[in-house]
């Protein structure tokens, strides 16, 4: 008798590589919808966007000097170090993969100038403190 009217949206984001940085829009259909509108189209995302403009109001910037946020009227341009400092559940909540467990130790062998000189490496399991 009684239904709920289902409010839920269709808005999925979708990210490219253009070469250096991570481009994020939110299609909703076949609309783009502006930046501003993300949260109310998608709730999930609020933390994730609230990282994402701070980082963008603070004007921080990556090793290489290059912004780690440009916002644009409907899309988002990420540095990688800026993606790859995203927890998992904000990196869920805007489309990416989560990040991985795994870290890579690399311990050199040797003087680089000998001939024997080589690196080696390992992967190891990082403990992940979603508190840290």
């Known amino acids: 008798m009684f239904r709920r ?3 839920g949206t ?7 590589w253009d ?15 502006p930046v501003s509108s993300w949260t109310s189209l998608c709730p999930a995302t ?4 609230a ?17 780690l946020v440009e916002i644009t009227d409907s899309s988002v341009r990420l540095h990688p170090e800026f993606v790859a400092s ?4 904000s990196a869920s909540a805007i489309g990416m993969p ?11 062998i040797g003087r680089i100038d000998e001939e024997e000189f080589h690196i080696q490496l390992r992967w190891f399991a990082r ?3 979603p508190f840290a």
């Open 5 to 7: 009217r289902r409010t």
């Open 98 to 108: 989560p990040p991985t467990g795994l870290g890579l130790d690399l311990k050199p």
């Open 10 to 16: 269709n808005a999925t984001f979708k990210y490219e």
């Open 127 to 129: 403990e992940v403190n």
């Open 51 to 67: 990282e994402i403009e701070a980082a963008a109001a603070d004007a921080r910037c990556g090793r290489d000097g290059l912004a």
């Open 19 to 33: 070469g250096q940085q991570v481009i994020l829009s939110l299609r909703n259909g076949t609309d783009i919808p």
């Open 46 to 49: 609020v933390c994730a966007v």
């Open 86 to 89: 995203l927890d998992a559940v």
